[in-house]
């Protein structure tokens, strides 16, 4: 079990203290998690215009072959499962990265890959697939409350699930246990976990929407030029296969991708800290009153 006492950012966190320890952990790694995300990135982009591709490059005969729609519902679903399997594994190892700093010297990145893998992804993809249906039908039943309703509930398990990578990793729990372990975690300080959660969403929201305009620049002419004539739209989904996008489109998602393993990690050891002083408060209480 790893011994998150002594990580270097073990301490409940304010906003302030949240982002610089993100930041500085970013910053301090930044190239090789880069180029683990980048990898990530560049073979789910392959699967995915390997079995998109075909469908993109002739969209119009979808419309006139209705039969043919089942083959590319099949390669969606494909598509889905290399995206759930890619994004645990990228999440699984860069989170145990950021819990393991003082062994990537020791042990190397090649060995503590091979024990994230073998020890952890099978409970963390389980717990990824049941958090992801968790999410899925809470935002559909939230849409009863019309489409606010359904923001809320996503935003409110988005919080929950938050630290989900971390929990898995940190305390060895299988996919039903850690589901329950984020709920009673997050919510021992939940409007605090939410103020930070949310913060990080909005920040990540609006530094991927930069860098997605920045990435279709190059390519804006095709869509004016669909604007004008929209049967020409076969230029547009060119572009979808196209490398060069696919490779710009990778590189602004590994930007991105560690963001989120990082923060997830710091917001545990946040929590876990406040827990902390509170079990050794009632502790010393109970001895006392003995």
């Known amino acids: 079990m790893i011994n998150y006492k002594k990580h270097p950012y073990y301490g409940e966190m304010n906003l302030d203290n949240f982002f610089q320890a993100g930041w500085e952990i970013y910053r301090k790694n930044f190239g090789w ?3 683990y995300s980048l990898m990530a990135m560049i073979i789910l982009q392959v699967v995915n215009s390997y079995f998109i591709g075909p469908y993109m490059e002739d969209i119009q005969s979808i419309t006139e072959n209705p039969e043919l729609i089942s083959g590319l519902l099949a390669n969606l679903v494909i598509m889905l499962l290399s ?5 645990t594994l990228a999440g699984l190892f860069l989170s145990y990265l950021v819990l393991n700093q003082d ?3 020791e042990k190397g990145h090649l060995e503590l890959f091979k ?5 952890y992804f099978l409970p963390l993809l389980g717990a990824s697939v049941i958090s992801g249906i968790i999410l899925f039908f809470g935002s559909m039943l939230g849409l009863l409350l019309f489409i606010i309703g359904a923001l809320f509930v996503a935003i409110y398990l988005l919080v929950v699930f938050f630290p989900l990578t971390a929990v898995v990793i940190i305390e060895k729990l299988n996919p039903v246990d850690a589901i329950r372990r984020c709920f009673r975690m997050t919510h021992s300080d939940f409007w605090k976990t939410t103020g930070l959660v949310v913060t990080v969403l909005v920040i990540y929201l609006v530094i991927s929407l930069i860098l997605g305009v920045l990435a279709m620049a190059p390519f804006a002419g095709d ?3 669909m604007l004008k004539d929209p049967m020409g739209a076969e230029n547009i989904t060119n572009n979808i296969v196209n490398p060069i996008q696919l490779l710009i489109t990778s590189i602004t998602n590994a930007l991105l991708l560690p963001v989120f393993p990082i923060f997830g990690v710091l917001l545990y050891l946040s929590l876990k800290k406040k827990e902390d ?3 050794g408060k009632a502790d010393l209480l109970e001895q006392i009153a003995r």
């Open 33 to 35: 998690f880069f180029f």
């Open 83 to 87: 995206s759930v399997l890619i994004y």
């Open 103 to 105: 062994e990537i010297q």
């Open 115 to 119: 024990e994230s893998v073998k020890e």
């Open 223 to 225: 869509f004016i030029d």
């Open 277 to 279: 002083l509170e079990n």
